[in-house]
């Protein structure tokens, strides 16, 4: 998993820093809050899969 979110993370910012006409600044910002979103998703995540697993395999 947390390999997944490094590479998505690596593909995120090189999508960002792709784009000429925006500022560097703004292209960091908007992948740290892209990062920090997604390690946030993948935390509760894992909490509510380490504390309810078959519950959450039923739902599926």
Do not use: H, Y
Request: proline share 3%; aromatic share 14%; hydrophobic share 55%.
């Amino acid at each position: 998993m947390l390999a997944g979110l490094l590479f998505t993370s690596l593909v995120l910012i090189f999508l960002v820093f792709d784009n000429p006409e925006r500022d560097w600044r703004s292209s960091v910002l908007s992948a740290g809050v892209v990062w920090g979103v997604l390690a946030t998703f993948f935390t509760e995540c894992k909490k509510k899969w380490s504390s309810q697993p078959i519950t959450i395999l039923m739902a599926q």
